[in-house]
C-alpha cells in the first residue's frame, strides 16, 4: 500500500473529543512534515482536517496496517484498548498518547505532542511485549466463544438483585465457589485497571501471572489469587444461577447461559507497545495516582 522505502504511521483517535481532533491534526502535520506517510480511518478523516497526501482505509484489518512501522492511539483508555485490538492482529507496536484520566497503557501525555513526533520521526523508542489471555467458553461439553484481552476477562452478573453464583478452579482443581457481583481474569497490564478496582493487587508488567480478583463475594474466602502464567483458570456458571455476562477488555461481549464455562489461559499473540521513556514502573504508578511520597528520604548513603 506504500511506496518501497517510505515510512508510514497509523493514527487512530477518539473524534468524538475536541482535544483529540486538535492533537491528531498536529501530530499528523508534523509527520507530514519529516517526510512520513500518515494513514487514518476514512470514519476519522471526516472529522478532521487533514492534507490530501493523508491515506484513508475504509476498516483498520491487519492487511491494512502490517506496513505500519507504528500505530500512533490518541484517547483514553477505550481508545487505546481499541488501538490494542489492531496492534494484536497486525503485530505493528502501538504509541498511546493519553487524551483521558489515567490511562496506564499510554506513553506520553497530551502536552508531549512534539516529543512524541520526534521520537517516531528519529525512531527513539523502545518496544516491549505485554501478555495478553486467551478466552474459551464452553456449554454442554462444546466450545462455543473464543476471545482474548489485554486488561481482563470479566465474568458478571447481570440481574441486580441476584448475585451470580459461581465455582473457580485453577489448573483443573475446584478451589471455591460463592455468589459475587462477578469474577475478574487479568493480566500484570491489567491489574491496574478492573482487577484494581475490585480490590486486586498491583502486579508490575515485568511479572509474569494471571489473577483472578472476585467481585463484591458473599463468602469468608474470597480473596484475589495470583497463579503462574501457565496457569489455566476457570469460572464456572453454576446451572441454578441467573445467566450471567462476559467481557473482554470492557469492549467485546457475550451472554452466559447457566452452566456455562469460561476458561482463561496465556495468550498466544502479545501486545507491542512501543515505549519513549525508561522511567520504572514505580514512578509511573505514582504518577498516575497521585501518590503521596513527600518525606520520601530514599537509600542511605
Not at 487533514?50 to 482505509?57: C, I, R, S
Not at 488501538?83 to 493519553?98: I, T
Not at 525512531?123 to 505485554?130: G, P
Not at 496465556?266 to 505514582?286: I, K, M, N
Amino acid at each position: 500500500m506504500t511506496q518501497t522505502g517510505t515510512r508510514t504511521v497509523f493514527l487512530l483517535a477518539h473524534t468524538g473529543r475536541p482535544a483529540a481532533i486538535r492533537s491528531a491534526e498536529l501530530v499528523v502535520q508534523g509527520l507530514l512534515r519529516s517526510g512520513i506517510g500518515v494513514r487514518v480511518l476514512e470514519a476519522e478523516a471526516v472529522d478532521l482536517t487533514l492534507p490530501a497526501d493523508v491515506q484513508t482505509v475504509e476498516e483498520a484489518t491487519a492487511e491494512c496496517i502490517d506496513d505500519c512501522e507504528l500505530i500512533v492511539v490518541l484517547g483514553g483508555d477505550g481508545t487505546l484498548l481499541r488501538g490494542a485490538e489492531f496492534a494484536r492482529a497486525s503485530g505493528v507496536p502501538m504509541l498511546g498518547v493519553n487524551l483521558g484520566r489515567v490511562g496506564f497503557l499510554a506513553e506520553a501525555e497530551r502536552d508531549d505532542l512534539d516529543k512524541v513526533v520526534d521520537r517516531v520521526v528519529t525512531k527513539a523508542y523502545e518496544v516491549e511485549e505485554r501478555m495478553t489471555i486467551d478466552v474459551v467458553v464452553h456449554r454442554n461439553g462444546d466450545v462455543v466463544h473464543r476471545d482474548w484481552a489485554l486488561n481482563e476477562a470479566a465474568v458478571q452478573k447481570v440481574s441486580p438483585e441476584r448475585m451470580l453464583e459461581v465455582v473457580l478452579e485453577i489448573d483443573g482443581r475446584p478451589v471455591t465457589g460463592f455468589g459475587c457481583d462477578g469474577i475478574v481474569c487479568a493480566t500484570p497490564t491489567g491489574s491496574t485497571a478492573y482487577a484494581f478496582s475490585a480490590g486486586g493487587p498491583v502486579v508490575w508488567p515485568e511479572v509474569e501471572a494471571l489473577l483472578m480478583v472476585p467481585i463484591s463475594a458473599h463468602a469468608l474466602f474470597a480473596k484475589p489469587l495470583v497463579t503462574s502464567p501457565d496457569s489455566v483458570l476457570a469460572v464456572e456458571v453454576q446451572p441454578d444461577t441467573p445467566h450471567g455476562v462476559l467481557w473482554c477488555d470492557g469492549r467485546r461481549t457475550l451472554e452466559l447461559p447457566s452452566g456455562a464455562r469460561v476458561e482463561v489461559r496465556r495468550g498466544e499473540v502479545p501486545v507491542r507497545l512501543a515505549r519513549l521513556h525508561h522511567a520504572s514502573f514505580t514512578d509511573r504508578l505514582v504518577a498516575k495516582f497521585a501518590l503521596p511520597v513527600s518525606g520520601w528520604r530514599g537509600a542511605p548513603h
